[in-house]
T-cell receptor, first 111, second 112 residues
Framework: GQQVMQIPQYQHVQEGEDFTTYCNSS?????IQWYKQRPGGHPVFLIQ?????EVKKQKRLTFQFGEAKKNSSLHITATQTTDVGTYFC???????????FGTGTQLKVEL | NAGVTQTPKFQVLKTGQSMTLQCAQD?????MSWYRQDPGMGLRLIHY???????DQGEVPNGYNVSRSTTEDFPLRLLSAAPSQTSVYFC???????????FGPGTRLTVL
């Protein structure tokens, strides 16, 4: 079955440093979504990427979808303590009714 | 709009007990799903439904039953709880399976 891997599993940064998490799928995706889960909370949708090579920005967050539509990345510039949480990617293969979530990257930001 | 609601928020069961986790949404979403979240394993799909009367298995369905009699509700039943079912359970809904998922607040279940 489809597998979605994320690296790294954990990342500790100093406030102001950049952060990147990578997502790789074993199969070609029709779209990929990113979610953020604050400690003790539930996943919250951030963005969806659909097109090959697509890049989208949300303030300090930059999302990319690979040319082959099998990988994606989330980059945070100048992290803040409000960025703390676990970031998940979730891939959808066309024709199916399921999202496959990655294992997540837990981000901790230290002052 | 309340969005996606889940009850209870916390539950402790003994091995062999049964229970139902409730999930409801008021967004008129056709697609609903249940996930379990365990440390280091992300969110794993248990069961999902594409509309009232239609359900299907996800990645980890064993030990769980679901039904979808209305668009709004999608309960998850644990038939005979086992310690391996200790987890955080999230219900989610969306217009379709590949769309933005709206998650409920979760149920934290411990099986002793």
């Amino acid at each position: 079955g489809q597998q979605v891997m994320q690296i790294p599993q954990y990342q500790h940064v100093q406030e102001g440093e950049d952060f990147t998490t990578y997502c790789n799928s074993s199969t070609t995706l029709s779209n990929i979504q990113w979610y953020k889960q604050r400690p003790g909370g539930h996943p919250v949708f951030l963005i969806q990427l659909v097109k090959s090579g697509e890049v989208k920005k949300q303030k300090r967050l930059t999302f990319q979808f690979g040319e082959a539509k099998k990988n994606s990345s989330l980059h945070i510039t100048a992290t803040q303590t409000t960025d703390v949480g676990t970031y998940f990617c979730a891939g959808h293969t066309g024709g199916g009714n399921k999202l496959t979530f990655g294992t997540g990257t837990q981000l901790k930001v230290e002052l | 709009n309340a969005g996606v609601t889940q009850t209870p928020k916390f539950q402790v069961l003994k091995t062999g007990q049964s229970m139902t986790l409730q999930c409801a949404q008021d967004m008129n979403h056709e697609y609903m799903s249940w996930y379990r979240q365990d440390p280091g394993m992300g969110l794993r799909l248990i069961h999902y439904s594409v509309g009232a009367g239609i359900t299907d298995q996800g990645e980890v369905p064993n030990g769980y039953n679901v039904s979808r009699s209305t668009t709004e509700d999608f309960p998850l039943r644990l038939l005979s709880a086992a310690p391996s079912q200790t987890s955080v359970y999230f219900c989610a809904s969306s217009y379709w399976g590949g769309d933005e998922q709206f998650f409920g607040p979760g149920t934290r279940l411990t099986v002793l």
